[in-house]
């Protein structure tokens, strides 16, 4: 059964980095990409990166200086960091199997405050 | 980058109601077109993809088609479970973007 899961911090300072973890179960990182995607509250959906299956990385150029995708195999985990958080930067994000997300995870709801 | 004009923004339907939600593009994508529903939990699913593929497990009620710049997503009959957010994507081109959803609510 696949599975993603993310967990990470639920408030992050302004100018603070953001790190968040998606654990994922029922299929190999070598095997499936997987990407990034947020939700501000009550907005839509952003697409924000992908790690493909040998490591490499794509990210939207509205982040990229910012993001960062990498990824541990051995512990089938990938993580996302991103710097210089604003208050905007505050969101649901969610990581998904695939370019453009077959399965996805429940969501962690992340805060950008003082 | 791609943009993606989905509508309407909200769509009043009834049970058993067939309704049809347009996604409109800034340029040709080539078929390269997802549609998500995601619940009032947050609970995102991949409907179809490529257009007109239905996920497994994905009722038939559900259709998906267009070509070009302008793509839809179709629901033949209501049911109750259907009533959420729906949003389509596009993949042809880096960075892939979503439209801006369609909130389906009970008339």
């Known amino acids: 059964q696949v599975q993603l899961k993310e967990s990470g911090p639920g408030l992050v300072q302004p100018s603070q980095t953001l790190s968040l973890t998606c654990t994922v179960s029922g299929f190999s990182l070598t095997s499936y990409h997987v990407s990034w995607v947020r939700q501000p509250p009550g907005k839509g959906l952003e697409w924000m990166g992908v790690i493909w299956t040998g490591g490499s990385t794509a990210y939207n150029s509205l982040l990229k200086s910012r993001l960062s995708i990498s990824r541990d195999t051995s512990k089938s985990q990938v993580f996302l960091k991103m710097n210089s958080l604003q208050t905007e930067d505050t969101a649901t994000y969610y990581c998904?199997?695939?370019?453009?997300?077959?399965?996805w995870g429940q969501g962690v709801m992340v805060t950008v405050s003082s | 980058d791609i943009q993606l004009t989905q509508s309407p923004s909200t769509l009043p339907a009834s049970l058993g109601e067939r309704v049809t939600i347009s996604c409109r593009a800034s340029q040709s994508i080539s078929n390269s077109l997802n549609w998500y529903q995601q619940k009032p939990d947050g609970t995102v699913k991949r409907l179809i993809y490529?257009?007109?593929t239905l996920e497994s497990g994905v009722p038939s009620r559900f259709s998906g088609s267009g070509s070009g710049t302008d793509y839809s997503l179709s629901i033949s009959s209501l049911e109750s479970e259907d009533f959420a957010m729906y949003y389509c994507?596009?993949?042809?081109?880096?960075?892939?973007?979503f439209g801006a959803g369609t909130k389906l609510e009970l008339k």
């Open positions: 994507l596009q993949y042809a081109t880096y960075p892939y973007t």
């Open positions: 998904a199997r695939g370019t453009t997300g077959r399965d």
């Open positions: 490529s257009t007109s």
